[in-house]
Each structure stands twice: as structure tokens, then as C-alpha cells.
């Protein structure tokens, strides 16, 4: 049980740079180039709007890390087989908001930037269907805010890559927790067995 419960802290250390690095992320997409006014002015896309890094990569995955990372310090109150069912449960919330947050980002990843254009503001990629990354000479068609391609470009797909590595490290733990939680009572129900 001592290596299940090593391994299930080490995975939520792991899960908190993660956290922190989608936190990071999603408020840097709110502030396009570091500039405040896009966002008081309402200019941004909307899918930045559901906070798939802050909510669902960054701030619910706190609970499965802060699970995680807590597993075996109270034996008082939690036996081995209910401590494991725990972070089962916590490795769901976690594969629930790393999904959201790989949704979120690759929806917004097909959408483009809100831009202004020769024709004003308007999304001039949302028809592309996400066929725009492959052609960066379009990408100079959005004026201001300057670079925004770039910039939403390089964050969602940061964005994705962290739910991945989220989702990943999540479902570890959800096959360590349950098979743990499942055998570990039959495996002292045979030790007791064998010693009596």
C-alpha cells in the first residue's frame, strides 16, 4: 500500500504545476499582448469566456492534487480501502476538468480570435474550421489586436497539451485507486487466512 500511496502523492505533485501553469494560461488570454483594454472594451472570443484553463485545468484540478498529495497523512480516519476509493473519486474530478478544459481549448483553437479586420471586428476564421493554423499568411488579416493569432495559437495549444498531460496523470490514478481499493481487502482477507 506504501508504494500506491507514494505513487498517487508523486502524481499529485505533479498535477500541481500543472494546475498552476493553465491558471497561468487562461489569464494571459484575457490580457491579449498584456494589454487591458481588450478585455474592458468586450473584444475577446468567446470561448475564452468559459475559462477552460482557470476552471476546469487549473483551479478543480487543485482537488485530485490536493487529494493526491494528502493520501496516508490522517490514518485515523480513513482506512487503506476508503483512502484509495477517495482519490478515485478526486481522479474523476480530475478527468472531468481536464476534458472540459481540452474541449474548451480546441473549440476555441477551431473558432480563431476575435479581430478587427478590414471589416471590423469579427471572427475572420470561424468558417475555416480551424484550417487557418495551417496557413499562416492568413493570419495577418486580424489587425488589432497585434499578434492576436500568435498569441491565442500558442496559449490554447498550451492549453491542450496541459489537459492532456492532466487527463493522463488523472486516469493513472484512477487505475492505481480502484485497483487498490478492489484488491488490497481481498489480499488481507488471504493474509489472514494464511496465518490462522
Request: aromatic share 12%.
Amino acid at each position: 500500500m506504501c508504494c500506491s500511496v507514494g505513487f498517487a502523492r508523486s502524481l499529485g505533485l505533479a498535477l500541481l504545476p500543472l494546475a498552476l501553469c493553465c491558471i497561468v494560461a487562461n489569464l494571459l488570454l484575457l490580457f491579449p499582448m498584456g494589454e487591458i483594454a481588450y478585455i474592458q472594451q468586450d473584444r475577446l472570443a468567446s470561448y475564452i469566456w468559459y475559462f477552460g484553463g482557470l476552471g476546469g485545468g487549473g483551479l478543480l484540478m487543485l482537488v485530485p492534487a490536493v487529494v493526491f498529495c494528502t493520501l496516508g497523512k490522517c490514518s485515523c480516519c480513513w482506512n487503506e480501502s476508503l483512502m484509495m476509493c477517495g482519490s478515485v473519486l478526486a481522479a474523476v474530478v480530475g478527468l472531468v476538468g481536464s476534458s472540459y478544459c481540452f474541449v474548451v481549448s480546441g473549440f476555441a483553437l477551431v473558432q480563431g480570435p476575435h479581430c478587427f479586420t478590414v471589416l471590423g471586428w469579427s471572427y475572420p476564421f470561424a468558417e475555416q474550421k480551424g484550417r487557418y493554423l495551417l496557413q499562416p499568411e492568413t493570419w495577418s488579416q486580424c489587425r488589432q489586436p497585434v499578434h492576436i493569432v500568435e498569441w491565442n495559437v500558442t496559449l490554447l495549444c498550451v492549453l491542450l497539451g496541459l489537459a492532456v498531460l492532466e487527463f493522463i496523470i488523472c486516469l493513472l490514478q484512477l487505475g492505481n485507486g480502484l485497483v487498490n481499493a478492489v484488491c488490497r481487502p481481498c489480499c488481507y482477507k488471504q493474509e489472514y487466512s494464511l496465518n490462522a
